[in-house]
């Protein structure tokens, strides 16, 4: 069986920035232990699979471990291939989901994703999380990601994890979000997932579903520019609109080939 494979950069305009993720199209699904080598063998944060179902099409993500709920940055790079790559004519593709329907308008190059508002609400610190920071938090939130809130942009470039220690929580399907103002950005942010085979997420866009109605509360404004501000570095143009959260970006293709299944 051959299938193509298409990765990308999500995030970003520049190769090798943003977040990797990998776009596999399927004409029928796989069965679910086939879809979790393929994301296993790719060895990229996530893998995106599709399947078109007349006016939506059928997306599911997986890392190399387990399958998420939700992820923005293979959710934009999907939409990236499908317009850029494959000829999708529609300038809104309309995706169904474990979190619903979820829609991608394509504007002046940018993706703009519809996704679900995550507030965050007041929580405890478990032990484990606190060990393993190398700086400890001002205030900490929950939804589905712990959300780390910190003084300055400094303590956030700086945050190291014991991941011996760390990876003695298990989240899933969840992780831990570091965040506090930017300098140059109305905030930024790190995300890191305990006992993932890539501990540090370069660009999370599912997490800005929790970071947007925060900050947005925060700073009093609905129209935020966000930087994640991993080694890859990632840039994101958010909204926050109540219920549903927009959170947009570029993208860049870095490869194009093909999967030979026996």
Known sequence: MKLNLYQID????????????????????????????????????????????GKKIHLRWFTPEIEMDLCGHATLATAHCLKQILGHKSDKIVFETLSGDLTVAVENGLYKMDFPSRMPLKANLPAVIENAISIKPKEVFKSRDYVLVYDNESQIRNITVDRQIFDQINLDPGGVIVTAKGDKSDFVSRF?????????????????????PFWAGRLNKKELYALQVSERLGELFCEDRGERVTISGRAKTYSIGNIWIE
């Open 10 to 53: 999500a995030f970003t305009e520049k190769t090798f920035g943003g977040n990797q993720a990998c776009v596999v199209p399927l004409e029928e699904w796989l069965s679910d232990e086939m879809l979790l080598k393929i994301a296993n063998e790719n060895a990229v944060a996530e893998t995106a699979f599709f399947v078109e179902k």
């Open 192 to 212: 890191f997932t305990p006992q993932a085979s890539i501990l540090e997420d370069p660009v999370t866009g599912s997490a800005h579903c929790s970071l947007i």
